[in-house]
């Protein structure tokens, strides 16, 4: 069992930056990989991007890369979203999520993902 805090998020302009933290409770941290997700009013929830357990490997939705960057403190159990750049269409509710289907092998399947986040409210100003 994994247990996941969003916190970070809040109100920027078009242009900002900011960086939201997930904290995750439980033991093996380094067994998950860690993913991000978002969604806004009216739509789906889609992927951001994801790092896998050791931190190695990282994967990002095209409209999100090069803007922003995954990383992950497997000492302290948490897991960062450091967001730059960023525009209007970012703004949502974004989630921390977590999977072990795979033994910490980052995926970006919202499916493989078992435990997720209340989320946290990113909101950006045009």
């Known amino acids: 069992q994994v247990q996941l805090v969003e916190s970070g998020g809040g109100l920027v302009q078009a242009g900002g930056s900011l960086r939201v933290s997930c904290a995750a409770s439980?033991?093996?941290?380094?067994?998950?990989?860690l993913g991000w997700f978002r969604q806004a009013p009216g739509k789906e929830r889609e992927f951001v991007g994801t790092?896998?357990?050791?931190?190695?490997?990282?994967y990002y939705a095209g409209s999100v890369k090069g803007r922003f960057t995954i990383s992950r403190d497997n000492a302290k159990n948490m897991v960062y979203l450091q967001m730059n750049s960023l525009k209007a269409e970012d703004t949502a509710v974004y989630y921390c999520?977590?999977?072990?289907?795979?033994?910490?092998?980052?995926?970006?399947?919202?499916?493989?993902?078992?435990?997720w986040g209340q989320g946290t409210q990113v909101t950006v100003s045009s």
């Open positions: 999520a977590a999977a072990s289907k795979y033994l910490g092998v980052a995926t970006t399947r919202k499916d493989d993902y078992a435990y």
């Open positions: 790092i896998s357990g050791s931190g190695s490997t990282t």
């Open positions: 439980g033991r093996t941290f380094s067994n998950y990989a």
